[in-house]
């Protein structure tokens, strides 16, 4: 507890010297995220006079609250708060978890990799050494730690190459995408030879730029990147794509696969295509996990040792 408060107190530092405000969204919406492979907590909320309940979902972050603030004129923001993740739970995972996230004016994600670095470097000064500070492209990483070239080899290869080469072949997913054998590479080839210090990863492919502005070329790629600390990812930030209609296009996307996946289709968050509509400023966003942060820097091995009460108690 007294390691956290000393995180969350120098984190606050660092924002109030760079002249980034500290915003409180809500954690209840009407909306909810649409991406697959993140499962909203579904509420029923009795307000008086309305005749029935009304559904509402806890946040799994407070991105998009916070871009409308953006788009409002607020400036940089940053914001620490509770979010809520259904179906996660683990070594790193809880389903309740606190997320620092900001987002910086006139900011692309390069220069956010950079105030990531020096975020950390002050947060950690005296706890925890950065060993070292890596920059790679995720596409040299793939070829580096697992062999695969991830812009040329299909699903079926993807499937044929974690199986021959690396041993792996997980039961009841050979209809996987090919998006998702990527994925599978990433968290069991690639994660665990990242070895210690802080490690950047950018240019993902287009097809999982989630909320990331792509820029053309052959392969498209995301503006987008990932931070890992001694083995553990840590953050995800983007160039915050600010077009309405084709953030308005991979909702509607992501809702067709849930479809296909057996998921129910999730409410899109029509207040933030509106702000995005009226004009979005130039930015770029991150969020980064605070328990994953505190557990590295107490030397703890399971998110569970730095929670005051983890699920199983609270």
Request: include cysteine.
């Amino acid at each position: 507890m007294r390691m956290r408060a000393q995180l969350l107190a120098r984190m606050r530092d660092y924002f109030s010297r760079a002249g980034v405000l500290e915003v409180d969204t809500p954690a209840l919406s009407h909306a909810a995220v649409t991406a697959p492979q993140l499962a909203s907590f579904e509420v029923r909320c009795h307000l008086p006079g309305a005749g029935q309940d009304e559904r509402c979902y806890l946040h799994t972050s407070p991105e998009f609250p916070m871009k409308r603030l953006l788009a409002a004129g607020s400036g940089s923001i940053y914001q620490i708060s509770k979010v809520f993740r259904d179906g996660e739970a683990g070594r790193l995972h809880n389903p309740e978890f606190t997320l620092l996230e900001w987002y910086r004016g006139g900011f692309d994600h390069l220069d956010l990799m950079d105030d990531v670095e020096r975020l950390l470097r002050q947060v950690l000064a005296g706890i925890l050494p950065l060993a070292s500070v890596q920059h790679w492209t995720w596409c040299d990483l793939m070829r580096e730690f697992a062999g695969i070239d991830p812009f040329a080899a299909d699903a079926r290869q993807l499937q044929a190459l974690l199986r021959d080469r690396h041993g792996i072949e997980p039961a009841g997913l050979q209809g996987m995408d090919r998006d998702a054998w990527l994925d599978l590479a990433m968290t069991h080839v690639v994660e665990p030879r990242l070895g210690p210090g802080l490690v950047f990863v950018r240019d993902y492919p287009a097809s999982q730029a989630a909320l990331a502005r792509v820029r053309p070329g052959t392969p498209s790629l995301a503006s987008r990147f990932e931070v890992y600390l001694n083995g553990v990812e840590l953050a995800n930030g983007f160039h915050e794509l600010g077009d309405a209609a084709e953030q308005r296009y991979r909702f509607e996307a992501e809702n067709t696969r849930r479809g296909q996946d057996g998921l129910p289709r999730m409410p899109v968050d029509e207040r933030l295509l509106a702000a995005l509509a009226a004009g979005l400023p130039d930015c770029a966003g991150v969020a980064l996990g605070v328990d994953r942060l505190l557990m590295l820097a107490c030397g703890a091995t399971r998110i569970d040792a730095v929670l005051a009460f983890p699920f199983a108690t609270a």
